[in-house]
């Protein structure tokens, strides 16, 4: 509740700054009624903020009890940190922290930097009908969800009569048991994530990168830049701040994997490398009941996640960008 | 600051006193339908009787439909269907039971599931055992299943009677014809017949595109839990010589079936990737004519027969159905898929039917779906709609697609499976039915199955899921067996001796 009622305390302040109104704190009454149509339209957004995403943490009270449904927040004994040093002292924990990061890792690498490449490319396209068709084309995957993508993936990769392993088989090769070896997981999961995301990712670059001024352009022609000089020394310069803003973002989901994509992916074969927190609190919460157990292990997930964000945008702004706050 | 801070909460909690307000009209609106149904001396409310039951199929059948209506009308109840699909039933009734929001029955079909047992345990349900004497079928319901239902003594639901073992092991008859082979009876005959299907092209187009065994993701729970019984291993649990109980998949039995079973694998005469195959897929795979041995409910040869008559009307597929495998000097047995008849609770929330009137009202709707005409029309439909009788009184499905649409979804939510069994005209029904009235006398029950174990309650889930993973990697070759037993080592100490400890002594207490 604490944190909600300084989420109301602290809005109207931002607001006022935001409104452009350099008034003296001792003035701040007369502000509030001067700009009381601001302050009615950012209501539905505080309400929405305290709603559902202040309210619902009261709910990781859970993490300190031995939560059951039927006796109730209130009823349910306290059992203070049992749950975390359950979760730490268990091998689970290394393999799970192994895996997101690992995995958080491989995106960051290879998934990361796709969609800017692929603006950059899009954006030295001249025809525009070509343009706009490879746009709307690479957008597609973005609305399929991940049910679907990954039964495509399963069609396409089973050893059980899959297309490509069919292609391997008539080529002579082995059959390559994609969705059960464990080392082909993560790839795949690279490879699934960048199909689905990458054209969807493009949109906030090539907005970027709209920008950018044509005369920057026009002079460097007349210096004799190519095409290759004038993306290394205009256009990718003037996106920087966008990429970074975009990699903070990333930093501060660094551990939110998402669940759905793994759990689809994932079975009994190469759980050892694809149990990740996401999955895990599923698992253990969900699955096999230990909802306080889960809601420690979420909880300790969101704190990390957290102090990733503050980390990356300190160091944002050390090298002179400016952050996301 | 102070006066911002002031206002807003002032704000706030005019919000509050708001949705507050709100919330007492919303109590004043149910007190008053509550009222009117204590009112009138104990009377039950008429609100529709709402029911949360698994779905088996693909599609849910039409709200209100032709069955739901003459259900109703048969009971005098109205009543409200919420499905659940039987693959996603975990992770829907946990939340259901951890969130609260149940339906006025919940069928409850995961007897060792460690939330349902909480749940059960937690006293949210009504114990309806004193009441069951007041209804003429509710009555007379099984002892045996009765004795299986309860937990601590009590009784937290009706439960579901079913046959007590219905598995077997069903195999593709014309592909034994083909290849000139017998209907095996044995694990060896069976291992040659799965081999000659992999190597020998049963179905002859010339193609290596057949297996023998087609299992799928819960070969462990499922298909490969009745093979290791043929081999001797217990259902879930077994009395050891020295009075303990152990988990079956602990013993050398178990251990031995699977080693025959990585063989079999190993030859290829298992779908390679079944860790990653769900039950459809596989439905789909044995209608295709992918493999042609299936560890299954002996009834479901009629099923497959069905699908793959629905891709093609010439399919030459044909079923032989085994209900008496054995394993070298093992003598006949069968698991019992069903809890020895119980296949779970009718639990009724306390949270949702409040009063006792309306837990007899409740109580009268179910003992009314035993009757035989409820039980005809969850069964086989409406008559002359759906199938057709003779003077024989063998039932002949006439309009297969309906049927499947429209009354299969209901089969599986019988309170009680054997009420009658109908003769049939359909292929491999009458059949089924007889192998599995045969299956009885040779059935294994699990001797912990009515016995407490806190630990249990609590782990089990966990610990079964990772002997499940451990028991797939080794048969698809990941891991060897020192590896596996090290895997139930290391649960020793996670819980699993507790469990053994704890079983051991209530059974001891039971049984002097």
């Known amino acids: 509740m604490s944190a909600a009622t300084a989420a109301v305390a602290a809005a109207p302040p931002r607001a006022a700054v935001r409104a452009g109104d350099p008034a003296p704190p001792r003035k701040r009454r007369s502000a509030l009624g001067k700009h009381r149509a601001l302050y009615l339209m950012a209501v539905p957004g505080i309400l929405y903020f305290l709603v559902f995403k202040y309210a619902p943490m009261g709910g990781l009270v859970i993490a300190f009890q031995d939560y059951l449904p039927f006796l109730g927040i209130g009823g349910s004994p306290w059992v203070g940190f049992d749950h975390f040093v359950r979760f730490f002292t268990e091998t689970t924990f290394l393999q799970l922290l192994g895996n997101t990061v690992a995995v958080s890792l491989l995106l960051l690498v290879f998934a990361f930097p796709v969609p800017i490449i692929l603006a950059l490319l899009l954006n030295e396209v001249r025809t525009r009908s070509f343009k706009r068709s490879v746009q709307t084309v690479i957008y597609l995957p973005h609305f399929m969800s991940w049910v679907i993508v990954v039964s495509i993936f399963y069609v396409l990769l089973s050893t059980d009569g899959g297309a490509v392993n069919n292609l391997i088989v008539e080529a002579g090769g082995q059959p390559i048991p994609f969705l059960t070896d464990p080392d082909w997981l993560r790839p795949m999961y690279v490879f699934q994530e960048i199909w689905k995301g990458a054209g969807w990712g493009t949109i906030v670059y090539l907005a970027a990168m709209t920008a950018v001024d044509m005369q920057l352009y026009e002079a460097s022609e007349l210096d004799g830049a190519g095409r290759l000089r004038q993306t290394w020394h205009i256009t990718l310069p003037a996106i920087r701040p966008t990429i970074i803003v975009m990699f903070i973002l990333a930093i501060g989901d660094f551990l939110e994997l998402g669940f759905e994509h793994m759990f689809l992916v994932m079975n009994s074969l190469n759980r050892e490398v694809g149990e990740i927190f996401d999955t895990y609190v599923f698992t253990a919460g969900i699955q096999n009941g230990q909802l306080s157990y889960a809601a420690a292990v979420g909880f300790f997930k969101g704190l990390v996640g957290l102090l990733l964000v503050i980390m990356a945008n300190r160091l944002a702004k050390k090298f002179g960008e400016e952050g996301v706050y | ?512």
């Open chain 2, 1 to 512: 600051m102070v006066v911002t801070r002031g206002n807003s909460m002032r704000k706030f909690g005019r919000l509050t006193t708001g949705a507050a307000s709100a919330a007492v009209v919303a109590l004043a609106l149910t007190a008053c339908s509550g009222g009117t149904g204590e009112g009138g001396e104990g009377a039950a409310s008429d609100e529709p009787i709402t029911w949360m039951a698994m779905l088996h199929t693909p599609t849910t059948p039409e709200k209100d439909g032709v069955i739901e209506k003459a259900l109703e009308e048969h009971t005098g109840e109205k009543f409200e269907m919420q499905w659940v699909p039987d693959a996603s039933k975990e992770e829907k009734i946990n939340a259901a039971l951890a969130s609260g929001t149940l339906a006025d029955i919940v069928s409850l079909t995961q007897g060792d599931s460690t939330t349902v047992r909480q749940a059960l345990t937690s006293g949210m349900f009504w114990d309806v055992e004193k009441y069951l004497a007041d209804y003429p079928n509710l009555s007379k319901v099984d002892p045996q299943t009765l004795e299986s239902a309860r937990i601590d003594g009590h009784l937290y639901g009706v439960p579901f009677q079913k046959i007590k073992a219905r598995y077997g092991v069903v195999v593709r008859q014309d592909w034994l014809n083909n290849l000139g082979l017998e209907v095996p009876h044995t694990i060896e005959d069976l291992t040659k017949v799965a081999h000659a299907f992999t190597h020998d092209d049963p179905d002859g187009n010339g193609k290596d595109d057949t297996t023998g065994f087609i299992d799928r993701e819960e070969s462990f729970r499922v298909g490969f839990r009745s093979l290791a019984g043929y081999f001797g291993a217990g259902q879930q649990f077994e009395v050891a010589a020295d009075g303990t109980v152990v988990p079956s998949f602990t013993t050398d039995a178990y251990k031995d079936a699977m080693e025959w079973y990585r063989g079999v694998y190993e030859d290829g005469a298992v779908n390679q990737e079944f860790v990653t195959v769900q039950k459809s897929n596989q439905q789909d795979a044995i209608a295709q004519g992918k493999g042609g041995i299936v560890v299954t409910g002996l009834f479901e040869a009629k099923n497959y027969m069905a699908l793959a008559q629905s891709a093609d009307p010439e399919t030459p597929m044909s079923w032989a159905l085994v209900n008496d495998i054995t394993a070298g000097d093992v003598e006949r047995r069968i698991l019992t898929d069903t809890n020895g008849g119980m296949g779970g609770w009718l639990a009724i929330p306390k949270s949702e039917v409040e009063s006792e009137a309306d837990l007899k009202r409740v109580l009268g709707f179910i003992d009314k779906l035993m009757d035989e005409e409820a039980f005809a029309l969850m069964t086989n439909g409406i008559e002359d709609t759906h199938y057709s009788l003779d003077a024989m009184g063998v039932v002949t499905i006439e309009d297969q697609t309906a049927w499947e649409q429209e009354v299969q979804p209901f089969a599986s939510s019988r309170p009680s499976e054997k009420v009658i069994t109908y003769k049939s005209t359909t292929e491999y029904v009458d059949e089924g039915n007889a192998l599995m009235l045969e299956n009885e006398e040779y059935v294994v029950t699990n001797p912990a199955q009515s016995l407490t174990s806190e630990t249990f309650t609590r782990q089990w889930s966990t610990i079964e899921q990772q002997v499940n993973d451990a028991y797939n990697q080794y048969i698809t070759g990941q891991i060897e067996m020192a590896d596996y037993e090290a895997v139930i080592e290391n649960l020793r100490g996670q819980g699993l001796d507790k469990i053994v400890e704890e079983y051991t002594a209530a059974y001891a207490k039971v049984n002097g």
